[in-house]
């Protein structure tokens, strides 16, 4: 063991997590309900330890130093570890288990895959819980640390490589405008594409659609006028003007419904969607994890 890890403990790395996540005493006290007091003296031993401040003031706040922010995303790695390590079971059962599953989802996914997820665990598994957490650029940043801080990422083909998937459904791309918008007839064309301004989610390369990416390859060059990175809200930021966005077909059920907007097909022929559950191989031999691979397995979708 690393003589310089002999004076810390479990403790120490919470109170460290959580300074580095709230950057500030008070704030991380609060977090872990215990007293200002302490998180100072904890504050003072990781200090003396690192030989560094990791939090300086700022005005009225704290900042991260340089060398606390290169250990943010390790605390929580470290976090994640020790929680899976001691969460634990030896044998798995599903009405006992107090399990929390982390998945990582975009809103597409979770508004699909999460309810008849979420049904069935209440009804199996009444003791466990998941937590949705939003697509980040660490989600598709194929990292590979990243991977084991997770159950899984439901996420479409062609942003992830990892080894393990399971299959999930398949979705249509869908154009969603207001229904007041005049400058498109019954049907679009690959004119109003270009000339239409444009609400999308991800405007970064590596998260946009392969929709969009494909519509792009036949020559169209969006003009985006506003960004959300929720597919939800999308046909919210379209009342009342003429922009135009691009979504998938259940999605478009759910929250462009009703005669405030049209949903019509695209002009061209844009490739499915297939929606699938990613994990690392870490998790094969997991019966907890396999047991949530079946159910996701057997949902209808």
């Known amino acids: 063991m690393d003589p310089r890890l002999s004076g810390l403990d479990l403790p120490q790395l919470y109170a460290l997590h959580a300074l580095l996540t709230e950057r500030s005493v008070s704030g991380a006290?609060?977090?872990?309900?215990?007293?200002?007091?302490?998180?100072?003296?904890?504050?003072?031993?990781?200090?003396?330890?690192f030989g560094d401040a990791l939090l300086t003031r700022s005005g009225n706040h704290y900042v991260l130093t340089h060398f606390a922010e290169q250990i943010v995303p390790l605390?929580?790695?470290?976090?994640?570890?020790?929680?899976?390590?001691?969460?634990?079971?030896?044998?798995?059962?599903?009405?006992?288990?107090?399990?929390?599953?982390?998945?990582?989802?975009?809103?597409?996914?979770?508004?699909?895959?999460?309810?008849?997820?979420?049904?069935r665990l209440s009804r199996e598994a009444p003791g466990a819980r998941i937590r949705f957490t939003p697509v980040t650029a660490s989600a598709i940043s194929r990292d590979d640390e990243f991977y084991r801080t997770v159950d899984g990422v439901l996420m479409p083909h062609?942003?992830?490589?990892?080894?393990?998937?399971?299959?999930?459904?398949?979705?249509?791309?869908?154009?969603?405008?207001?229904?007041?918008?005049?400058?498109?007839?019954?049907?679009?064309?690959?004119?109003?594409?270009?000339e239409l301004p444009w609400v999308t989610t991800f405007v970064d390369p590596l998260g946009r659609a392969a929709a969009w990416r494909q519509m792009e390859?036949?020559?169209?060059?969006?003009?985006?006028?506003?960004?959300?990175?929720?597919?939800?809200v999308l046909p919210q930021l379209l009342r009342g003007s003429d922009a135009i966005?691009?979504?998938?077909?259940?999605?478009?059920?759910?929250?462009?419904?009703?005669?405030?907007?049209?949903?019509?097909?695209?002009?061209?022929?844009?490739?499915?969607?297939?929606?699938?559950?990613?994990?690392?191989?870490?998790?094969?031999?997991?019966?907890?994890?396999a047991w949530l691979r079946q159910c996701l397995s057997e949902l209808i979708l």
Do not use: K
């Not at 605390?75 to 929390?100: K, L």
């Not at 998945?103 to 979770?110: A, F, L």
């Not at 390859?217 to 939800?232: I, N, Q, T």
């Open 245 to 289: 966005a691009l979504v998938q077909s259940r999605v478009a059920a759910l929250s462009a419904a009703g005669s405030e907007f049209r949903v019509l097909p695209c002009p061209f022929d844009a490739l499915p969607l297939v929606e699938a559950f990613w994990w690392h191989p870490m998790h094969d031999a997991d019966p907890a994890h």
């Open 158 to 194: 062609g942003y992830l490589d990892l080894p393990r998937r399971l299959d999930l459904y398949t979705d249509e791309w869908v154009c969603v405008l207001s229904s007041d918008n005049t400058r498109v007839g019954d049907q679009l064309t690959m004119q109003n594409l270009q």
């Open 29 to 49: 006290a609060a977090r872990l309900g215990r007293s200002q007091p302490t998180l100072s003296s904890s504050l003072a031993r990781l200090r003396r330890h």
């Open 217 to 232: 390859l036949l020559g169209v060059v969006p003009r985006v006028c506003a960004v959300a990175e929720s597919f939800l």
């Open 75 to 119: 605390t929580s790695v470290a976090i994640a570890a020790v929680e899976r390590v001691f969460g634990a079971e030896a044998e798995f059962d599903p009405a006992q288990t107090r399990r929390e599953f982390t998945i990582v989802s975009s809103d597409h996914g979770m508004s699909v895959a999460g309810g008849p997820l979420v049904a």
